[in-house]
């Protein structure tokens, strides 16, 4: 079991542009949440997805969007990048009703940089 | 609003000297807390839950709900713990939101 994996490992983007992140939970897991993670900073919620659906959603503005996809897998997309949106940007994937026995399995996260 | 604080950005302490890292939280209802913890050139893993009041490599947490607390302890460090770790807090009916404490970076000297 590969655990929650997540491409691109490091993207460099341009102000303006649009960048789409992916994962993949672990296997079994069906809900995944989306972080930001800015340097010396701890990880910061942005939207949780199950059955497809938003369920919880940050204080982030609407530039960010997701989806998730019937095998579970989901994307983060970021519109109207700004220099801001510079950060680790990591999934967790858990199972529906039992994060408070088992919590989040971590990816490695994907390194935006925004220049 | 939920809020988790961890007032220490950095602990340093000898080898076989007591820990005890600090966690505040801010949550009116019943909140499920847990510790993260990321060694370097790895990725962030769980370490305990209070719903399971486990010792994990030696580490311990207990909730206390008077003073709204959850602080990591560990009575020997080690050099292996050496690590950054982060309190985090997971509330809400229909789906479990997650936030996380700044996290404070251990270092355990020789």
């Known amino acids: 079991d590969a655990g929650v994996t997540q491409s691109p490992t490091h993207l460099i983007k341009t102000r303006g542009q649009q960048v789409t992140l992916r994962c993949s939970p672990k296997?079994?897991?069906?809900?995944v949440s989306w972080y930001q993670q800015a340097l010396g900073q701890g990880p910061q919620f942005i939207f949780q997805y199950y059955e497809e659906e938003e369920r919880q959603r940050g204080n982030f503005p609407d530039r960010f969007s997701g989806h998730q996809f019937p095998n579970y897998s989901s994307e983060l997309n970021v519109n109207a990048l700004l220099l801001g949106d510079s950060a680790l940007y990591l999934c967790?994937?858990?199972?529906?009703?039992?994060?408070?026995?088992?919590?989040?399995?971590f990816g490695s996260g994907t390194r935006l940089t925004v220049v | 609003a939920q809020r988790v604080t961890q007032p220490e950005k950095l602990l340093s302490v000898f080898k076989g000297a007591p820990v005890e890292l600090k966690c505040n939280y801010s949550y009116s209802g019943s909140p499920e807390l847990f510790w993260y913890v990321q060694y370097s050139r790895q990725r962030l893993q769980l370490l305990l839950r209070h719903i399971s009041r486990e010792s994990i490599k030696g580490f311990t947490a207990d909730l206390n709900k008077g003073e709204t607390s959850f602080h990591l302890k560990k009575p020997f460090a080690q050099e292996e713990d050496s690590a950054m770790y982060y309190c985090?807090?997971?509330?809400?009916?229909?789906?479990?939101?997650?936030?996380f404490g700044a996290g404070t970076r251990l270092f355990v000297k020789a």
């Open positions: 296997s079994g897991h069906d809900t």
């Open positions: 967790a994937s858990s199972l529906a009703g039992r994060q408070a026995n088992y919590g989040y399995t």
């Open positions: 985090a807090l997971a509330h809400g009916a229909g789906g479990f939101k997650t936030i």
